[in-house]
């Protein structure tokens, strides 16, 4: 069974609301600096967004085994 955690941890109507929140435009990657001091925030859904973020951006550059 797939684990479909993702899909359920991002609501389709907050879609770019963390990029919103950090001034980041639309279509450029949300720099690392931005991202390490918005997990230190009083806010917690910001910092909530931030670490969700965080996550994803280490499952999306993992490598893909080659297949033979």
């Known amino acids: 069974m797939v684990n479909k955690w993702i899909k ?3 609501n389709p109507k907050h879609k ?3 990029r919103a929140k950090l001034h ?4 450029e990657d949300i720099p690392l600096s931005k991202l390490k001091k918005a997990e230190k925030s009083k806010n917690s859904t910001l910092r909530k967004e931030a670490v969700l973020a965080e996550t994803l951006r280490k ?6 085994r080659a297949l033979k």
């Open 16 to 18: 770019g609301a963390l």
């Open 24 to 27: 980041v435009k639309s279509g």
């Open 59 to 64: 499952t999306r550059h993992k490598k893909k």
């Open 8 to 10: 359920q941890a991002i």
